[in-house]
């Protein structure tokens, strides 16, 4: 019997560590910093999560763990593409590469193992059936577009993305602003990380989920409403590989082919979009006071 | 008591004492001293890279002096950020508007300087005081419009409106009419003598000699860092000016001869492109004859670009037809058409024109290198290279030590002067001059357009494209108005005057 409610709800939790992705990505990239670190990221959450959960018996311990770890990444690119300058896509790829690395070493170091932990019983707690964090981040979106769009914070973070040097002429701290976009691109990288999958940390668990949630905010245009919504788009995509059997429609095909559909569905969206939808201006550019 | 000795009793708003300042290898600014008092426009006067931008940067705290003092209203300060200076009332409009495109204009408006309640933007109330500042300026432009989507004019136009919200008494404004058409800049220029009789000071940063004339009460000129003169306008004279500025006497009129007319070497019928269903270019049909300047006018974003790219090129048209002298080239290359005889002056030398950081002596084939002199057993013959170079260097009056040294290590007029010299230099039937002048000074636009002048007596083809009408009246035979992709407007020279060209500019006649 396909339970409908379940699907609705289950689909929202599998939405979650996109969503979450893709709202992180929304700040640093409004604020001009190109963010494809947020694989990296997660996967250091993840990690983390269970690391911090085990150790202090307790989920919340897990969870600041998450959002410490992403942030350390999220600092690591701050710190190369803010202050140091370096190319934004080439810290992002270095930082993916670092955090599959550095996420095995510390297992070996904490687990004994390489590739998984034992099991962690400290979990967020679920309402109806569901990771309780996976409900919060249809509001975060909304705070977010609300924070972006009538606060002064907003308004001189889109300014950094926008033009660095126009708001640097009018006194803004474009480097600190750049590096609050960053870090709490990190911040919600620890909460995606504390819904993907908690339970256990096994090597690359993220499976691409940051680059999807990346997918999700350009198809959303940058948009912290619409990036989710996009996200939720995957994560109903995904869903339905668990709810293969129970509808009729879907049996006759490849269960591969299932699984593989978010992946696909994310291309052929940012095949169709990619060219349409609108970057910051400045997004991306090395920013040296001064200059310009 | 005279007038003038009232004006030397006040208490200056702004007095720069001693201002020095290095670069690596440069001394942008040698004990520059400079003052602004109330109700006063003070001209900047210079050629490119003279100093007037680095000191106003120094003022404006961009940049820290090595030496000197900044006075304001008789008290000394140290003016560390750009925060410091608006608080001291100092506000400036840079040479490249610092506007945020994707902001609104109310957005820009405050940015940096937001009335906030209850931790959420105060729109309303900034949306007051800036209608207010608008009605009492005569300013007015659509507080909800983005920026992105206003004309040059009104993007100036609300970057004054920055200055004047965060209450600015010293306005500094860098080459503000290099982007505006005639009639912008009569607007500018009521606006700036508003603000003056509101007894706010100004200092006006030019090279054109007319505007300063026009506008300012008083005129510094500065040249290599120092200032060579300061005058009030009762004394000052264009001739007087440009004199000081170059160091030499400068001859401001080009004699500019209309010789006979050969065959058609350019043709475009009804030339139309097309990008993302938006025309560019609409049915554009002109020619440029053997031995004329056809010079296009026009606000720049109107085509511009796109035309140079098609016939150099880089682009091919959707419809319509090129002929270069009689063959259609609609589909040929841009290596093609120079081997059918065209010269291209790039718009934009460093991006286009040259590789930056090579030698003299590469850069000299660029463009060229499929010729046969340059070719020994299919390679690059560099010791033809060398003495090419060093005949371009030597008959264009490029200053620089040798052929060895990289592009970037020459100032941007004698760049120009070298690329010009290069696409001269191999005897081309048609020339594609675009911006031939922009960022060279005074002494080097003499230069270049003696050079255009001789190419054009010796027969050839010289199509002309350029931001500054001024020069599209010394140099064309014939000009063309360029608006919206489309030639509007065909004037012979004799008939072409600045305000009726702006007006076609503008979109404001129309055939």
Redesign the interface.
Known sequence: MFDFWYFLLRGLQLSAPMAYGALGAVYSETGGVVNIAVEGMMLTGTFFFVWGATLFKSWIAGLLFAIVGAVLISLIHGLATITFKVNHVVSGTALNILASGLTRFLSMQVFGMETQSAVNPYTPPTFLRINVIAYFFIPLAIFTLWLLN???FG??L??CG??P????????NVYGYKYVGVILSGVFAGLAAATLYPYQWIDAMTAGRGFLALAAMIFGNYNPLYAVLAAMLFGYAETLTYFQSQIPLLSGISPILIKAFPYILALIVLAGFLGKT?P??ADGVIFEK?E? | MSKVDTIKERIPLIELKGITKAFPGVVANDDIHLTLYEGEIHALVGENGAGKTTLMKILYG??RADKGEIFVRGKPVRIT???VA?ALGIG?V?Q????????TVL??I?????P?KN???DIKSARQKIEDIMQKNAMPVDLDTYVEDLPVGLQQRVEIL?LLYRGAETLVLDEPTAVLTPQETTELFKTLKALKEQGRGIIFISHKLNEVLEIADRITVIRRGRVVGEMPIEEASKEKIAEMMVGKPVVLEVENPRIEVGGHCLVLKDVVYEENGVKKLDEISFSVHAGEIYGVAGVEGNGQEELLKIISGEIYPSAGEIYITDKVVNRISPMGRRQLGIGHIPADRQAQGLFIDMPLYINVVVGWHWRKEFQKRGILDYKVMRSTASTVVKNFDVRTPSVEVPASALSGGNQQKFVVGREISFDPTLLLAAYPTRGVDVGATEFIYKQLIDEKVRGKAILLISADLEEILALSDRIGVLYRGKIIKEFRREEATPEIIGLYMLGVKEE
């Open positions: 009538r606060t002064r308004l001189r889109r300014s926008q033009n040097w126009a708001a640097d002429s009018l006194g803004v609108k910051p201006k001064g310009g | 961009e940049y950020n750009p925060s608006v400036m840079h490249h508007f610092m506007l945020v495109p994707g902001l957005e820009n405050i940015l940096g300087s937001e906030v931790a959420v933007l920055k």
